[in-house]
């Protein structure tokens, strides 16, 4: 559960702001829907590898140019 302090004088705004900010962070969504459907270990190691190698592609590149 999330907790929000509103402060004394606080705008709402301000505080829904918050809210939002620390819901995201805390990949609350993103878990949800990840339970949401099964993956097998297979494709989620694929998937990682695919995204290890795109991001080494993306860093050696800024290296070389």
Do not use: C, H, W
């Not at 900010?21 to 097998?40: E, G, H, I, P, S």
């Amino acid at each position: 559960m999330l907790i929000i302090p509103i402060k004394e004088g606080e705008n709402i705004d301000r505080a829904l702001k918050r809210y939002k900010r620390k819901f995201d962070r805390t990949k609350t969504m993103k878990n949800l829907r990840a339970r949401k459907n099964f993956t097998k270990p297979s494709v989620a190691n694929r998937a990682q590898r695919i995204k290890a190698s795109y991001v080494q592609g993306l860093r050696t590149q800024e290296e070389v140019g």
